[in-house]
């Protein structure tokens, strides 16, 4: 049930807000951009004007007010170069015990990884990180853009179709 | 397979949303190991350190950031915890807000209208000028003016008008004030006006003028309901000739040679400040003062 009178006015509600989406605002414009340290400075100015225009924005409306200014900053301020995201955490998941052949292996894909996911679009790209990485579901995505669930499924099929083929390792 | 044509299979796939016999063919294809082992890879990624507090101490200085700019318009929302980092910044704006003058005035052959911080009115008459500080307006109602202006004072505290030659205080009404090069005219229009010029002190009823001219006062009435300069006309009450062409010259941003020439006089009457050559009649033919008057605009009084 919308919670009427929660204002993002008050401090308390503001950290709140804060706390939720920031992280995921700053890896939403970090995924378009590639660039941490401007991801993290957009995101704060979202939530500068959100704090400047509390008294306009009601509490349930901050989550896409936030995006949606996330995204104009974006678009307004970062070219469109050519996006090559670093991760941070190799991955580990897969098997404890590599042997040096499988760690090298796995280097090499990660490379392949990183570029494939580079030369994704733009939008695919947006929408596959974050339902990977942030674990957001299609319904929240299409929330967070202003777009249909239909458009965020062809996304994340479009996103894995041309991962695959970019990728030599599946080539073999 | 029957999904090969369907854009979205893999999307309700990792939704875990695909039918279990669409599951149970797309399972046996080469193109699902693939997936299940890039899938597997990718959502072991993480993105770059993220640290919360860090960004949120940053966003809490952006906010108190834009508040230290010198204010023009008053900001409502001041988070009440910013008061730590607003404290270093108090003085700075204090300074600004104290001694902040504000300024109007009217070019040559223009007239300028403003609101006050309270609502009260101004229209400066061409040439003039009003200065007065914005802070504490509403307690401390007190403008500076060179020249001439028309007030509209809404109701509240003493509206002083100071002035070279004198003050106008009052309490809500209409007045114009003229405190030119020693001439100093106040006509009231509505309410009360108290205006004072040195020694002098007079009190001015709706209807009522006075016009100080060395150190004279003349009290006169007039049956105007707003000053006449206002509907682009000039209006005199046996006022110096010398004032009279002056007030030309500023309405029709004009210089008039000759000046030297005029003799003693005072003139009453209007002229209009949309046709030189009708004001020039107005004022010279009635005179009988001799005066040329050419195609470029050039006025110059002859000698009589």
Known sequence: MPDHTKSVCEQRVFEEVFNTHSKTIRNFIYYKCGDSAQAEDLAQDAFVKLWNNCAKVPFEKAKSYLYTLANNAFLNEVAHKKVILKHQKSVTSIATHESPEFIYREKEFKGELDRAIANLTEKQREV??????????????????????KAVEKRMHGALVSLRSEIKHFKK | MKHQNDDTYLAKWLAGEMPENELQDFKKSNAYADYK????????????????????????DKIAKQQEKPVTKVRTLIPNWAYAAAASVVLFLGYTFFFQ????????????????????????????EIAFNTFNWENNRTLDLTGEAYFKVKKGSKFTVITKEGSVAVLGTQFTVNSRNDFYNVTCFEGKVKVTSGKLNHILTPGNAISIQDHIATPYTTIETVPSWTAQESSFNNVAISQVVTELERQYSITISGKENLQDAYFSGRFSHTNLQQALITIFDTMEIPYTFDANSNVSIQKY
């Open chain 2, 101 to 128: 003058e504000t300024t109007y005035n009217a070019e040559l052959a223009e007239q300028t209208n403003f609101e006050l911080p309270d609502g009260s009115e101004v229209l400066l008459n061409a040439g003039s």
């Open chain 1, 128 to 149: 596959f990180l974050l339902n990977r990485i942030e674990s957001k579901k299609y319904k929240e995505i299409a929330e967070m853009l202003d777009i249909s669930v």
């Open chain 2, 37 to 60: 082992f890039l899938i597997d890879v990718v959502d072991g990624l993480e993105t770059p350190d993220y640290n919360q507090q860090e960004n949120y101490t940053a966003t809490l």
